[in-house]
């Protein structure tokens, strides 16, 4: 049987051919369709929003950060500058995706910790460049200008670095800038500091950081693809930081370093009427420098660990027991409470014993000097006579009277990490050590010792109180901020006393200190060409046992006593109040009170501070 053969059926397939080329036009016009949609989507409904966007990939904005304050002493010396500084600098988005790779160069090339940078670079805005080096040296600069085809994003560029022209003379005071950290963003307005590397760290630098920072400006710029600027499109300018007038006076400053001699310890010196600090001198010291660009491991370690604790301000951080130079104080004290008068008189036999007690609490030089006055206590610094008056005073009214004084609380204005001290009381030593207050405890705290712990800055503000009689000035550090006066938002409360003759009778005991036959500091009355009231303290590190010498040559260097010294003159015109703390200094009245008299010289005997009464005097000479 033969197969059939089908022919094939053109008319059908005709169909399905058109059938399909219907289909396929369908498609092609529901595509063309939905592209239009598309289109017209972006380029009409979202016109705005994506011209934006395209604005945006080629216009930025740039942050012009402001040119910080400066900062001169009264007189107009420089003494905080902007210096300007080649420094190397990194901008992300001109390295390209690459970007990892060019930081790993660029640390190979100069010694740098990849990681860190790479941690630095993170957290910026876009577009904004990084400090990587500052203060390039040439042979730096060579290295980037050889390698820059390697370093996409890397440039070498002009700014602003802070630099401290006299050192470490100020450094305590002053303070220094350092690169912005992670804390410190959280207390700074990041937008306002936007392009800023630096921040004042501590001292004035820090307190007034708001008033030298300055407000940021900005700028629009057009750049290409590579991220380089074409054109500025707008600019506003950024308003710099005001400059600070201080009341420190360079000259005074060092002449307060050197009255220390390199030993340790600290001077305040101020001038009572106005709460202005004319010098406050820590020691040891360092460079201030080296912290505005990054200290290196090394240099800060050797600081950090130096038994002298040269990073330590002792004017408002040290805490030492005040001696005996609260007893004019204490006198005061006693005076205002009724508890002795002018002509109030002890016996000293060399010590002092409570009611019932055989302790005997020694006179400082072991002998005893009879019949004892105020006038004469104070100058001779008997202690048997303020034994006496701490406990009949008892140590509720000398916690009051001395808190008046300033003790216990933090007295400066303008200052930032200031010790507020202790002024022990009966509640505190209860919360501290859940003890009752001992009546010994009360005799030791009369001759400012015991738990009883002062700053330099504290003994002097007291000794301005003594200086104004009682009139309550806040000391500051700071005479101008951008051309205008310093003023304390919240003035402490003078101290008033029941007959403002009693001033006048402490007045004379602390001249007799230093005038007076028997006065502990005569030494630097005899010459004086002006009349000073002061009075000396030396104060124990290590406690002596009962019925045992201070001996010095079996006591460690830094155990021996501290030496200490106030004093404001001219006696009968205030014109400056001094406050000398020197270290394991062991006397007051030897080491501590020639610094204090070399810092009142150097103010006093200026023909521009000069008193006119003293000027006379001299002339007559």
Same mark, same amino acid.
């Given at each position: 049987?033969?197969?059939?053969?089908?022919?094939?059926?053109?008319?059908?397939?005709?169909?399905?051919?058109?059938?399909?080329?219907? @289909?396929?036009?369908?498609?092609?016009?529901?595509?063309?369709?939905?592209? =239009?949609? /598309?289109?017209?989507?972006?380029?009409?409904?979202?016109?705005?929003?994506?011209?934006? @966007?395209?604005?945006?990939?080629?216009?930025?904005?740039?942050?012009?950060?402001?040119?910080?304050?400066?900062?001169?002493?009264?007189?107009?010396?420089?003494?905080?500058?902007?210096?300007?500084?080649?420094?190397?600098? =990194?901008?992300?988005?001109?390295?390209?995706?690459?970007?990892?790779?060019?930081?790993?160069?660029?640390?190979?090339?100069?010694?740098?910790?990849?990681? $860190?940078?790479?941690?630095?670079?993170?957290?910026?805005?876009?577009?904004?460049?990084?400090?990587?080096?500052?203060?390039?040296?040439?042979?730096?600069?060579?290295?980037?200008?050889?390698?820059?085809?390697?370093?996409?994003?890397?440039?070498?560029?002009?700014?602003?670095?802070?630099?401290?022209?006299?050192?470490?003379?100020?450094?305590?005071?002053?303070?220094?800038?350092?690169?912005?950290?992670?804390? +410190?963003?959280?207390?700074?307005?990041?937008?306002?500091?936007?392009?800023?590397?630096?921040?004042?760290?501590?001292?004035?630098? /820090?307190?007034?950081?708001?008033?030298?920072?300055?407000?940021?400006?900005?700028?629009?710029?057009?750049?290409?693809?590579?991220?380089?600027?074409?054109?500025?499109?707008?600019?506003?300018?950024?308003?710099?930081?005001?400059?600070?007038?201080?009341?420190?006076?360079?000259?005074?400053?060092?002449?307060?370093?050197?009255?220390?001699?390199?030993? /340790?310890?600290?001077?305040?010196?101020?001038?009572?009427?106005?709460?202005?600090?004319?010098?406050?001198?820590?020691?040891?010291?360092? #460079?201030?420098? $080296?912290?505005?660009?990054?200290?290196? *491991?090394?240099?800060?370690?050797?600081?950090?660990?130096?038994? #002298?604790?040269?990073?330590?301000?002792?004017?408002?951080?040290?805490?030492?027991?005040?001696?005996?130079?609260?007893?004019?104080?204490?006198?005061?004290?006693?005076?205002?409470?009724?508890?002795?008068?002018? #002509?109030?008189?002890?016996?000293?036999?060399?010590?002092?014993?409570?009611?019932?007690?055989?302790?005997?609490?020694?006179?400082?030089? /072991?002998?005893? +000097?009879?019949?004892?006055?105020?006038?004469?206590?104070?100058?001779?610094?008997?202690?048997?006579?303020? *034994?006496?008056?701490?406990?009949?005073?008892?140590?509720?009214?000398?916690?009051?009277?001395?808190?008046?004084?300033?003790?216990?609380?933090?007295?400066?204005?303008?200052?930032?990490?200031?010790?507020?001290?202790?002024?022990?009381?009966?509640?505190?030593?209860?919360?501290?050590?859940?003890?009752?207050? *001992?009546?010994?405890?009360?005799?030791?705290?009369?001759?400012?010792?015991?738990?009883?712990?002062?700053?330099?800055?504290?003994?002097?503000?007291?000794?301005?109180?003594?200086?104004?009689?009682?009139?309550?000035?806040?000391?500051? @550090?700071?005479?101008?901020?951008?051309?205008?006066?310093?003023?304390?938002?919240?003035?402490?409360?003078?101290?008033?006393?029941?007959?403002?003759? *009693?001033?006048?009778?402490?007045? +004379?005991?602390?001249?007799?200190?230093?005038?007076?036959?028997?006065?502990?500091?005569?030494?630097?009355?005899?010459?004086?060409?002006?009349?000073?009231?002061?009075?000396?303290?030396?104060?124990?590190?290590?406690?002596?046992?009962?019925?045992?010498?201070?001996?010095?040559?079996?006591?460690?260097?830094?155990?021996? #006593?501290?030496?200490?010294?106030?004093?404001?003159?001219?006696?009968?015109?205030?014109?400056?109040?001094?406050?000398?703390?020197?270290?394991?200094?062991?006397?007051?009245?030897?080491?501590?009170?020639?610094?204090?008299?070399?810092?009142?010289?150097?103010? @006093? $005997?200026?023909?521009?501070?000069?008193?006119?009464?003293?000027?006379?005097?001299?002339?007559?000479?």
């Amino acid at each position: 049987m033969s197969s059939q053969i089908r022919l094939k059926d053109h008319q059908k397939d005709r169909g399905i051919v058109h059938g399909r080329m219907v @289909l396929s036009m369908v498609v092609v016009v529901m595509m063309v369709l939905v592209l =239009f949609a /598309r289109m017209y989507y972006l380029q009409v409904v979202q016109y705005e929003h994506h011209s934006i @966007l395209a604005e945006n990939n080629r216009i930025h904005m740039q942050s012009l950060p402001p040119t910080r304050g400066l900062i001169y002493d009264r007189n107009g010396v420089l003494l905080a500058e902007n210096r300007p500084s080649y420094n190397l600098t =990194f901008t992300k988005e001109r390295a390209g995706e690459d970007w990892r790779s060019v930081l790993q160069y660029m640390a190979e090339i100069f010694a740098l910790d990849d990681e $860190l940078l790479e941690q630095r670079v993170q957290g910026r805005r876009p577009f904004e460049s990084v400090p990587i080096i500052f203060e390039l040296s040439e042979e730096q600069i060579a290295k980037v200008a050889v390698n820059q085809p390697r370093l996409p994003g890397v440039e070498v560029s002009a700014q602003l670095v802070r630099h401290y022209p006299k050192g470490a003379i100020f450094s305590h005071t002053l303070g220094y800038v350092g690169r912005i950290n992670e804390d +410190d963003l959280k207390r700074l307005d990041r937008v306002n500091y936007t392009g800023t590397h630096h921040v004042g760290k501590v001292g004035i630098e /820090r307190f007034y950081e708001e008033q030298l920072h300055g407000k940021v400006g900005y700028e629009e710029v057009e750049t290409n693809a590579r991220g380089r600027v074409l054109r500025v499109l707008k600019r506003v300018e950024p308003e710099p930081g005001e400059d600070i007038f201080l009341a420190l006076d360079y000259e005074l400053q060092k002449v307060a370093k050197n009255a220390l001699g390199g030993r /340790r310890g600290s001077v305040v010196a101020l001038i009572p009427q106005t709460g202005e600090i004319l010098a406050m001198v820590s020691e040891p010291s360092f #460079d201030p420098n $080296l912290f505005v660009t990054g200290i290196s *491991y090394k240099d800060y370690g050797e600081l950090r660990d130096s038994i #002298d604790q040269p990073l330590f301000n002792r004017g408002l951080r040290g805490l030492y027991p005040p001696g005996s130079i609260i007893k004019p104080m204490v006198v005061i004290a006693g005076l205002d409470s009724g508890v002795i008068e002018r #002509d109030t008189r002890v016996f000293d036999p060399g010590f002092y014993q409570l009611p019932n007690n055989d302790h005997k609490y020694r006179n400082w030089n /072991r002998i005893d +000097d009879g019949w004892v006055d105020l006038e004469l206590a104070v100058a001779r610094s008997n202690d048997t006579f303020f *034994y006496d008056l701490a406990f009949k005073l008892g140590v509720d009214r000398l916690h009051e009277y001395m808190s008046m004084f300033g003790f216990g609380q933090r007295v400066g204005l303008d200052v930032f990490g200031e010790s507020a001290g202790l002024m022990p009381s009966r509640d505190w030593k209860r919360s501290r050590f859940r003890q009752p207050w *001992y009546p010994g405890e009360t005799l030791i705290l009369g001759i400012g010792q015991g738990y009883m712990q002062s700053t330099p800055l504290q003994m002097a503000q007291a000794t301005a109180l003594m200086a104004t009689r009682g009139r309550w000035i806040r000391p500051h @550090l700071a005479r101008t901020v951008g051309g205008q006066a310093v003023v304390d938002p919240e003035p402490h409360a003078d101290i008033r006393l029941e007959n403002p003759q *009693y001033w006048d009778w402490v007045h +004379d005991a602390m001249v007799a200190v230093v005038h007076g036959q028997r006065g502990t500091a005569r030494g630097i009355g005899r010459d004086a060409p002006y009349r000073i009231a002061g009075k000396s303290g030396t104060a124990q590190v290590i406690a002596i046992r009962q019925g045992e010498k201070y001996d010095r040559d079996s006591v460690h260097e830094r155990h021996r #006593d501290h030496a200490l010294f106030v004093a404001y003159a001219p006696a009968d015109d205030p014109q400056i109040a001094v406050a000398v703390m020197i270290e394991n200094g062991e006397s007051g009245s030897a080491v501590a009170a020639p610094a204090a008299r070399k810092v009142m010289d150097a103010w @006093l $005997l200026r023909p521009e501070n000069m008193p006119p009464t003293l000027a006379e005097a001299m002339n007559n000479e």
